[in-house]
Structure formats: C-alpha cells, structure tokens
C-alpha cells in the first residue's frame, strides 16, 4: 500500500505529486511562448481593490457542500446499493460511484459517520458491477473507484472490504470495457474527453496497486501512455481542451482529469507537456471566469453547479503548483476557488433540495438540463469534484485578489472557443463571436458586475433551438443576445443568428482596472457589423454599426434581453422608457438602459420565451439610423432611488 501515498495530498507541505514550480521540458507539443504570461503579471502585480478582504474561506467550505449533496443523495439508496434518481425512479449513469467517492472521502475527514453503511454497499455494487461489465458508461467509473478505494485505505475500513474491492478491480480489463478506446491503435485522435477520464482512472488504479498487467496488459500507465499522447493534439496554445463544437464545460473537466493522471504519478511521453499545458489553460481559466466566481456559457452541460466545483479543485492545485515561485499568482488561485465555491454555495446548501442546474424551477421540469444531465448524477458530479478540491487544498495559502477582480484586460479566444471576454471597473462582458446555435446565439450574451445578482443583466443567450430541456410554451420563437439586427430592403438580419462563414476581429483601445474599450469587427457576406465596448465606472457604453455594401443601412434594433423569473424571484420594472431610460429591479440590484430618445424608440414585448436560467421578454430598441448608442449600468438598489415602479 505504500503507493498510496503519493496520492495523500490534504496534509502535505511539498507541492501535489507532478505539479512542479518549474515545469519539465515539453517534448512534443511544439509550443511557443504563452500569450498570456506577460498580461498574468501586469495583472496579479495590480494594487488591491478599495475594501477587498479575504473571503475566510476553508476546505470546510468545500466539504460542507460535498457532504449536503451526499447526504440527500443517500435518501435515495436502493437495497443493492444503486441511487436512485428521485425523478427518474431508476439509477442513471455513473451516479452511484459518484456518491462512493465523496463519501468515502467524508468518511475519511471524520464526516457521515452514519452513512458508512451505505457508502460501503454502494462501493461493494460499483466494484462488481463494473469488472462483471454491468456498468453504464463505464469510461468514468475507474477515477471514482479509486478515489474511493484510496480514501478508504486511510480509514478503519473493515480489511475483508477493502480486499474484495481490490479484487473486483484488478479484474477490469479496460479496451475490454471501456467504450472508448481503440485497442488496434487507429484513429486514436477521434477520441476525446470519456477516454482521458479512463486514463485518469487507470494511473489512479496503478497507484493504488490495483492493475494486473498479466490479464491486462493494455492497463493503468501503459494506458495512459497508449491513449493520451494523442489527446494533446485537442489542446489550444492557451491550454484549453477541445471537446467536439468546443463547450466550454468540456475543457474544465477534461484538465482535471490529466491533472488526476499527473498527481497518481504518470510520467510518462507526454507529461511534461501535459503539466504545462495545464499550466497554461488554469491561467487562461483565470481570466475567463466573470467577478461573480461563475464559468463562462458555453455548448453543452451549461449552467450546473459542477462546473465551479471543478474550477475549485483546479484552483486548489494551481495555488499549491505557484506558492513557491510566485505567490500573488499562488493566491488568486486560491481566491478563485473560494469565489467559485461561494458562487455555488446558495444553490446547494440553501435550497431544498440543492440544485443541480442554475435555476429555481421544480427539479422535477430538469428545466434547462441536457438529457443527461439529471439530479442526482449532475448533483453528486459536483460533490465528487468539492471532495477533490478539498483533498487538494492547502489551507496556509494567503489569498490575493484575482483577475475578475483586478479587471484591466479582455481576452479573445478566436479559431477555438470563439469568445472575447472583457472584465474592468467591476464589469465583464463575454461574447460569443460564431456561437453552437444549438445552445447559444452569437453577440453578448453575459454582462455581470461584481456583488450583484448574476441575471441582473445577463447571464446567457438563447437560442431556438435548444439541445436541452424546455417547456414546449418557452422555446424562443429566434435566436437572441443583446446584439444588432437590422434591415436590407425588406429582409431583416440578426447577428445573433450568424455562425457559419461568420468572420470577428477584435481591436482594442484601452485596458486599464478603471477602463476597458475594444471593438469588434464583424464581416458576413456583404454586412459589415461593427460593435464598440467601454467598460467604466459608469456603466458600459454599447455602440452598433452596420453597413451593407459600404453603405447604412435602413434600420438597427438591439434586442436587451430582460429576466422575468428564474422559478423564485421575479423582475420589477421601474422605469419604461418615456425619459431615455428604462430600468428593472432583481434582488438587490437595478440595471439601468440610457438611451437617445430624440433618434431611438424603446419597445418591451410581451412575449415570454426562456433558457436554462429563468423566463424572459425583450427590451428592442428601435432606431432608423445605422448606429444605435447605449448605456448599460448595473448598481446596487439602495444607489437608486427611481420612484414609478410596475410588475412584469
């Protein structure tokens, strides 16, 4: 059992094992220099914001949540140890080994002492079933199983237990299981996040000493070492991963899962490159998540409470990869990741039942969930990735503020990923330059401030025709952002609905904490869309301009979209327009739309229509002019002191 201790890291002083201050050499990703490493230290050196303080944050914080998930989880425990979707009325997927492993690793930290019967019985069943070949979507068991086995091993576990996991485990013969693998050897490109997860279990299960290379040649690192060179060939120069139509979820999950590989001990082809790949997509992380903690929308498996947990256990090993050799940069990894974790905190502890996707409907509805994605295995996803971030975290790490704080950048992610972020004065932006039309629209789709509520402005775009779960009655009539749309003779024309053949340039002009200005330069067919940003104190300043052919065109509208409910809350209007303005009241913050009323009509529909976040209608604004002017602020409410006010 001594190779188990490679993988104890809660109570270690030395960094995570693979994790170095300097990385190894790359061998044969052929990169050059980082675009982001000059800006990561023009940024983190910033001066601290006026009143930031640290959050007094712990990994308590981490396993408080783990253990609310767990626990409601094990209400739904059948006699053979399945859980069972409380909605579905059967177990889906790989729910069951995601409840064994955050709780075993509570168990371990001296928590759920009453539940160890069931965490056992739900390991006993994991084990069986996946070496019988019983298990759905086997490619994602092995890295639970085996986090579970290792916290067992530290814990008084009853020894006939722990030798009847191992057994059941060393059976698995993985190109003999596994759905995705290629034991020919072809085509090893074409596969991608389930076969990473695979290699994330198997140096898991060579480290905990249960692979049998006898039965299974083709197992633990020599798995590793057949399957995840070819896997680097999906990452970017910024280190992100390239799951097929590029969701953003995709490339957070799949960096955790080479950063498993690396901390069970693989050192093998490709490590080197690996670690500073994930070096180098942590800092791109930074600079992409919004000042309210929460990951960027994105493709599929959008807007659950996972995401932010996989961003805390990230976080966790950045800051313990840079403590040495830089820590400002050290501590707001760790600031991120307790942003992160506060960010997604109401959602599972103050909620009953915690929720599993990012809104207040009856769980029932799966309401904005792709369909896969049910409570119980996107909820216990979470809570499997809270008892990493907790086992990673190391507690004497200062925070310092991070970059959604500091603000003073944008960042373009052009061929891949298709999104320019911009974060300054307590705002940020993230717009989707060439958006998957099948979960979002193209145009700005995010507006966030910092300590206000994330649907205040907006959260996400919306599209027609969504891949995930809706009422029939809400399904959006068009594709929508906060963008232009405009009219040629009598053919109207909307960015939001624009991908293919869809060309964005990005300029920017200003990038300091207190102002960020840039513009974007869309080119399509014989339209030219040219939009301008400011970010400042004062609000941001959205300016439209469309040609066609080189000359105005005859009409612009920009459509705003406005939350109605989320399943709890609801919007109050305040103002309607009449003076050149039009504000809104969510929770304790106002958004506020300055506009010139000499040259521009403001319209609030009334139809209803909705994405994975809440219901919404739309504010248009309505100009016959080729450029439309607008001021977007977003303040707290006790700032504001409007005094009409009107329910939608």
């Known amino acids: 059992m001594n190779s188990l201790n490679k993988l104890s890291l809660s ?8 994790f170095s201050a300097a990385p190894q050499p790359l061998r044969s990703c052929h990169l050059g220099a980082f675009p982001l490493d000059d800006l990561t230290k023009r ?75 069931q965490v056992e019985l739900a390991m006993t069943s994991c084990c069986v079933r996946l070496a019988d070949g019983q298990a759905p979507a086997p490619d994602f068991w092995m890295r639970e199983l085996c986090s579970a086995y290792h916290a067992f091993s530290h814990q008084n576990t009853d020894q006939a237990l722990m030798e009847r996991w191992a057994k059941e485990l060393r059976r698995v013969n993985p190109e003999a299981l596994y759905t995705q693998v290629r034991p020919d050897g072809n085509n090893l490109e074409e596969l991608h996040n389930w076969t990473v997860y695979a290699a994330g279990g198997e140096a898991l299960r ?17 798995f590793c070492d057949k399957y995840l060179p070819t896997q680097l060939l999906h990452f970017t120069e910024y280190g992100m991963y390239r799951d097929p139509q590029d969701p953003i979820t995709y490339d957070l999950t799949t960096r955790l899962q080479f950063a498993v590989a690396l901390l069970a001990g693989y050192r093998g082809t490709v490590a080197g490159d690996i670690q500073e790949l994930l070096r180098r997509g942590a800092i791109t992380q930074l600079f992409y998540i919004s000042p309210l903690g929460l990951v960027p929308y994105g493709g599929r498996s959008s807007q659950f409470q996972f995401q932010e947990a996989i961003v805390c256990a990230l976080c966790e090993l950045e800051a313990r990869r840079h403590v040495s050799d830089n820590p400002l940069l050290a501590g707001a990894f760790k600031r991120q990741g307790h942003l992160s974790a506060l960010a997604i905190r109401p959602w599972i502890m103050e909620s009953n039942p915690f929720r599993h996707v990012r809104n207040h409907f009856p769980i029932e509805k799966n309401w904005g969930g792709d369909i896969y994605a049910n409570h119980s295995c996107y909820g216990l996803t979470a809570a499997s990735f809270l ?11 200062p925070e ?29 932006v993230e717009i989707d330059t060439k ?16 300590g206000l509520p994330f649907l205040l402005g907006l959260h996400a775009p919306f599209t027609k025709t969504p891949l995930y779960k809706l009422p029939e009655e809400f399904l959006p009539k068009a594709n929508m952002s906060l963008s232009s749309t405009w009219k040629v003779g009598n053919t109207e024309y909307r960015l939001a609905d624009l991908s293919h053949d ?41 300016t439209s301009a469309v040609t066609y052919r080189g000359l105005p065109v005859e009409a612009l509208s920009v459509t705003v979209p406005v939350p109605i ?61 080729a450029k439309l002017d607008l001021m977007l602020s977003l303040t707290c409410a006790v700032e504001n002191s409007h005094a009409r006010s009107k329910d939608l």
């Not at 060579?206 to 020599?222: T, W």
């Not at 207190?514 to 301008?532: M, N």
């Not at 009509?601 to 100009?623: D, K, P, V, W």
Request: hydrophobic share 35%.
């Open 387 to 397: 008892a990493l971030a907790a086992d990673y975290a190391n507690d004497s790490i």
């Open 565 to 625: 409910t989320d399943g709890e809350q609801t919007t109050e209007i305040i103002e309607e327009g009449g003076a050149g303005i039009v504000c809104w009241r969510w929770g304790k913050g106002i958004m506020t739309i300055e506009f010139d009323k000499s040259s521009v009509r403001a319209q609030l529909e009334n139809t209803r229509y909705a994405n994975r976040n809440g219901i919404f209608c739309s504010l248009i604004f309505h100009t016959q002019e």
């Open 435 to 450: 958006a998957d039309l099948h979960y979002d629209a193209t145009g700005l789709g995010r507006v966030h401030h910092a």
């Open 502 to 542: 869809l060309g964005c340039a990005l300029e920017v002009t200003e990038s300091r904490p207190e102002a960020v200005q840039f513009q974007l330069h869309y080119r399509w067919q014989d339209h030219c869309i040219d939009e301008s940003y400011r970010l400042s104190e004062a609000g941001i300043r959205f």
């Open 206 to 222: 060579e480290a905990c000493g249960l692979v049998s290379p006898d039965s299974a040649p083709i197992s633990g690192m020599v």
């Open 11 to 18: 109570t270690a002083t030395m960094l995570p094992q693979g």
């Open 400 to 428: 310092s503020p991070c970059p959604a704080e500091l603000g003073g950048f944008t960042l373009h992610l052009d061929d891949a990923f298709h999104k320019v972020f911009a974060t300054g004065a307590g705002y940020h």
């Open 43 to 117: 940024v983190v050196s910033q001066a601290k914001p006026n009143g930031w303080e640290p959050t007094g944050c712990s990994r308590s914080l981490y396993l408080d949540m783990a253990e609310t998930i767990v626990r409601t989880m094990a209400e739904g425990q059948d006699e053979t140890g399945a859980i069972v979707d409380c909605v579905l009325k059967q177990e889906w997927g790989q729910t069951t080994p995601r409840f064994a492993s955050p709780g075993a690793y509570l168990l371990s930290q001296g928590r759920i002492p009453d539940l160890r019967g």
